[in-house]
């Protein structure tokens, strides 16, 4: 594990190195995106909306749903990648096992987009002078508990990416559909919808780390941080045995590097 570790916390290192201004770019849209977002909250009800909390209301969001972005990329985006290009069952002929390697990946991809997301979240901070984090040491936390269920809930998309071949463009879809529940106040949401999206981390996050940066009873943040927990492991734990089921199908079908 840890010889994998190195070896792609040197390739992400080489890649910066090559391109050590490639994050501008992904900065500028990124902003570009949130304001929209923000903007059009002021546009369908203009002069009623605080802009102040609206920006850290949607800012905490954008967060996770990056988190969550992060994750389908390392999973299922750069499978489908492997498969492409053919080197997708090169990975299973070595000793070290592929969901070895995926959770390898997977934790240099996560370090390298929380710098990312420190970055964007200062560049929000500084520009409109807000403070985003009121409570530094309860949002590390819930980012940790969070980021389990992410790439469970992406290990989940990676196995459909072996049953089902050519889903890049649902995968895509899934991920920009990601940011309704994530960015919509939890005020306006249908009671039935709350209630399915309950155990979900990606929603639960994103709910708790309202409640303790913008403030909320008690009760609801201890019941929140144990409903993530729960809903974290769960994913976490299915994810995985639906990927590892999907796998020894796709082996058993000989379709496991077809394109």
Known sequence: ?????????????????????????????????????????????????????????????????????????????????????????????????????????????????LFLVFVFVMIVGLTHRVMIFENVPGTLLVLLLTIPGVYGFAYSLGALVLLVKHIQTVVSLISLMIIVPVMVPTAVMPEVLIQLLRFWPVYQATYLLRMINLGGPSTWVGQGFAELVIGSAIFFTVGLLVFNLAERVAKKRGTLGLY
Do not use: C
Not at 59 to 75: E, N, Q, R
């Open 1 to 113: 594990m840890m010889l994998v570790l190195r070896a792609e916390f040197k390739k992400v290192l080489k890649s910066h190195r090559a391109a050590p201004l490639s994050h501008i770019p992904v900065l500028i849209v990124l902003y570009g995106f949130f304001w929209l977002i923000t903007l059009g909250a002021d546009l369908v009800q203009p002069g009623h909306v605080d802009m102040t909390l609206m920006i850290v209301h949607n800012m905490l969001g954008f967060i996770i749903w990056l988190i969550t972005l992060s994750a389908i990329s390392v999973i299922p985006q750069a499978i489908s990648q492997e498969v492409s290009w053919g080197t997708f069952e090169h990975l299973h002929l070595g000793k070290v096992g592929i969901n070895v390697i995926l959770m390898a990946r997977s934790l240099v991809n996560t370090l390298d987009n």
